[in-house]
């Protein structure tokens, strides 16, 4: 099976990690981000990883070495120039072009969301989705009496794109040739009745979008059984 990583970003709040080294290969809990992916969706059955890159390909390139490190193929596509994640799906359409199904991933989220568990259904796409977790504490209050703290906790009620998606090939008619799937694509296909979502509210998900995040994810690699 195969598997999209989105990697083209510039990782420019990760600065200065990033002044020489693309974001995925930015190291959290001991290895690359794109290590941690390519090993936790391997367990699902994919064997084939298409990268598409732009900012420093050459070095996610050689990092790789083609996946045989992992027991995978891993092919980078590199952009001549960033095309959003929209545009950097569809040219890519050639190496997919044999795949009814298939899944792409942000390549910036530490997750270990079981993708086997994605419905699809008839939609031309689904979503997985986890909790909103407060980036504040939260302080619990009957009448004018705190009655408790809690850090950071999950909420359940709102629920974000966990930046893993799984596909049919239909999803290629309805891409730009640039630009944000987010902006173009789902909106579209929420109006056709043809995006789903699976919720996942029992998972680990931690995007990587600041130096505080890597702390974090850092802090719970040392604490926590996430892979």
């Known amino acids: ?12 709040r990760l600065r200065p990690l990033t002044d020489n080294m693309p974001k995925p290969l930015v190291a959290v809990g001991g290895k690359p981000i794109i290590e941690w992916q390519i090993m936790w969706l391997r367990q699902y059955g994919y064997d084939s990883f298409i990268i598409a890159a732009s900012y420093l390909a050459d070095k996610i390139t050689a990092f790789l070495e083609g996946g045989k490190k992992w027991g995978v193929e891993t092919e980078v596509v590199i952009e001549k120039e960033p095309l959003g994640t929209g545009g950097a799906l ?23 969301l079981k993708v086997g568990d994605i419905k699809l259904g008839r939609n031309v796409a689904a979503l997985a989705l986890t909790p909103l977790q407060s980036p504040y504490g939260i ?32 999803v290629f008619r309805h891409l730009p040739s640039s630009g944000a799937i987010e902006n173009t694509t789902f909106p579209e296909l929420v109006r056709l009745k043809l995006l789903g979502g699976t919720k996942f509210d029992n998972c680990y998900w931690r995007g990587t979008d600041t130096i505080k995040d890597f702390e974090e994810i850092n802090k719970d690699f040392s604490t926590k059984n996430i892979f």
């Open 1 to 12: 099976m195969k598997a999209v990583i989105l990697a083209g970003g510039y990782g420019k």
């Open 90 to 112: 569809k040219n890519v359409e050639h190496l997919l072009k044999n795949e009814k199904e298939f899944l792409m991933v942000n390549g910036d989220n530490i997750t270990n």
């Open 139 to 170: 302080i619990n209050v009957e009448k004018d009496a705190i009655t408790s703290f809690v850090e950071k906790p999950l909420l359940k009620d709102y629920w974000i794109n966990a930046g893993v998606y799984k596909m049919t090939h239909e």
